[in-house]
């Protein structure tokens, strides 16, 4: 015996949207591209994080967004795929596409090549961040003479995030524990960076009793991390 299918009136589904990759690190065609013809900070390159997309042309062809995941984390945004910049074009550093047979490279005219550094995250009154000598960042800790008193430096490597050089910042205090048993005379915090100023939160990360050696440990991280 033979059933009839029985009709629907059901409409087709609409075919699912292709997903998206999630954030990786930067092509390696790209990265090089970077380096050697825009003549970036090799360091500060490979440090980035990128988006891609299918393009049109060829399996082989792709969009791509650069981002800083130091500048995303500092707006708390939440990085899922090429399109989550469509609201925050401002993070996006670099932009294009780029072909895996071919090996070209194009970036996006109106996306301007330069060190990311936004309005935002400039010092008070515009103009660049002061950049301090290993010396500077050690006169500045012998100045602290109070219990608790606090000097900080921007980083451009640490834990945190935020700040114009886009790692949060350093905090030396002179501890007020000193000279307590098993205490040392600084310790220094990371901390994230909002507005210019770290948050109160804070990561206690070494203590020590050598200005010199906590004047050594931030210049090491207290930099431009590319050429502005």
Do not use: C
């Amino acid at each position: 015996m033979f059933w009839k299918k029985k009709p629907t009136t059901e409409e087709p589904s609409e075919p699912k949207a292709e997903k998206l990759p999630g954030p990786r690190s930067i092509e390696e065609l790209v990265g090089r591209h970077m380096v050697l013809d825009l003549k970036l900070d090799p360091d500060w390159t490979w440090q980035l994080r990128s988006v891609v997309r299918p393009r049109s042309g060829g399996a082989h062809r792709f969009d791509f967004r650069v981002f800083d995941e130091a500048q995303v984390a500092a707006k708390r945004m939440k990085v899922k795929d090429y399109t989550s910049f469509d609201n925050y074009p401002e993070l996006i550093l670099y932009q294009g596409w780029f072909d895996k047979v071919s090996m070209e490279v194009h970036f996006e005219e109106k996306k301007p090549m330069a060190a990311p550094v936004t309005a935002e995250a400039a010092p008070p009154g515009g103009g660049e961040v002061q950049i301090f000598t290993e010396k500077e960042i050690w006169q500045k800790i012998l100045g602290l003479s109070e219990p608790g008193s606090t000097v900080f430096f921007y980083l451009a490597g640490s834990p945190a995030s935020g700040g114009p050089l886009g790692r949060g910042a350093a905090i030396v205090e002179l501890n007020p524990n000193y000279p307590g048993k098993k205490q040392k005379r600084y310790v220094l915090y990371t901390a994230n960076v909002e507005d210019m100023q770290p948050v109160d939160k804070r990561t206690r990360f070494f203590d020590s009793d050598s200005s010199k050696e906590m004047a050594k440990w931030i210049k090491e991280r207290h930099y431009k991390p590319s050429t502005y």
